[in-house]
């Protein structure tokens, strides 16, 4: 069971908007700034936001990110082929005293 | 270019040492800023931090691993390393090295190594 909490999985056909949620807790999303991972099929994760909407150098303008309270959200618009993968959030817990993930969500392009 | 690559024996057997090590290209351990840490991936499961070190000091663990993990570094060879002893078949995951960028209330993992499979099994 994961301290954060994303649903399992998101669909979208090319070109639509999707977005993907993360529920914390006040010592996780609550305090502290989010960071969003892209996994690839068979890939490591991948930085794609850090500092709850800061993207890397390289990542496009279509994934941009927010957070409210203790909850926080990835938004990817114009959605693409490539983009089909899971997505992590991760936030540093304090309480646990140190960096934790969200079971992740499967994106499906249709 | 910054690079991670993870080493290591793929098969460990039950009640033994799991030993990784990460070679890092690109950028020196004893020369940034940065954190450099483990995450593993069970399989079909989420990322599970394990633990950070900086290239002095005390490492940091994830509480739930730190009675059976180490984390070392070693500057003369740009490389730092994992032991997580005790293994059973919960071990058995994909185990990442990952820079890690850590200040207060903040770690931000920026580069990963390809990963690396490691079953436990006799």
């Known amino acids: 069971q994961s301290v954060l909490t994303q649903p399992p999985s998101a669909s979208g056909t090319p070109g639509q908007r999707v977005t993907v949620s993360c529920s914390g807790s006040?010592?996780?999303?609550?305090?502290?700034?989010v960071n969003w991972y892209q996994q690839l099929p068979g890939t490591a994760p991948k930085l794609l936001i850090h500092?709850?909407?800061q993207r890397p150098s390289g990542v496009p303008d279509r994934f941009s990110a927010s957070k409210s309270g203790t909850s926080a959200s990835l938004d990817i618009s114009g959605l693409q082929s490539e983009d089909e993968a899971v997505y992590y959030c991760g936030v540093y817990d304090d309480t646990l005293n140190g960096p934790v993930f969200g079971g992740g969500t499967r994106l499906t392009v249709l | 270019q910054m690079q991670l690559q993870e080493s290591g024996p793929g098969l460990v057997k039950p009640s033994e040492t799991l030993s990784l090590t990460c070679t890092v290209s690109g950028d020196s351990i004893s020369g940034s800023l940065y954190y450099w840490g483990w995450v593993r991936q069970a399989p079909g499961k989420t990322l599970e931090w394990i633990g950070s070190?900086?290239?002095?000091?005390?490492?940091y663990y994830n509480s739930s691993l730190a009675s059976r993990a180490t984390i070392s570094v070693d500057t003369s060879k740009n490389l730092f390393s994992l032991s997580l002893h005790s293994v059973t078949a919960a071990d058995t995951a994909v185990y990442y090295c990952a820079r890690d960028l850590r200040y207060t209330s903040s770690s931000i993992f920026d580069h990963w190594g390809h990963g690396i499979l490691v079953t436990v099994s006799s």
């Open positions: 070190v900086f290239y002095f000091g005390t490492p």
């Open positions: 006040s010592s996780n999303i609550g305090g502290n700034t």
């Open positions: 500092d709850t909407n």
